[in-house]
């Protein structure tokens, strides 16, 4: 894995992604997003281009198949939604054994509008609680 959070924030800002927050573990990816559509559900497009960005760093060989936690806010402390991508669709999409519609239905299955989320005080924003991943301490985390 060649990725690291700030990489990563990048790829998703070139990618129309406007990043609050972003941390990588060797188990999972989470990803935190203001949307441009602060509607009650999150952005299909948001999402797609989310799942796109990871897919095409997993398809490069620059970040190994994890779990991605992502909450979608509509502004600061406000989470719109989360939703989640598990590894193993991941390394099923890039292996050709399931179809990107079967991926995307997946990934659509799993958005929560009435989240649980655990409210950082060192973080800006709510991060999705994360049950295996110990709390860190705040740093640049693709923050700008």
Known sequence: MTTDESALARELRAD?????????????????????????RPAHGEMGRVC??????????????????????????????????????????????ISEEEFSARVLDTVETDPEVDRDADAPHAIVVADDEPGRPAGDGGSQ
Not at 16 to 40: F, H, K, M, N, Q
């Open 52 to 97: 796109n960005t990871v897919i095409d760093l997993v398809e490069d060989g620059d970040l190994e198949p994890l779990r991605v936690d992502a909450t979608s806010l509509r502004f600061e402390n406000d989470v719109q939604a989360t939703w989640h991508v598990e590894a193993e669709w991941l390394d099923e999409l890039t292996g050709y054994r």
């Open 16 to 40: 129309g992604i406007d990043v609050a927050d972003v941390r990588l573990s060797p188990e999972r990816v989470a990803v935190a997003y203001t949307t441009t559509l602060p509607a009650e």
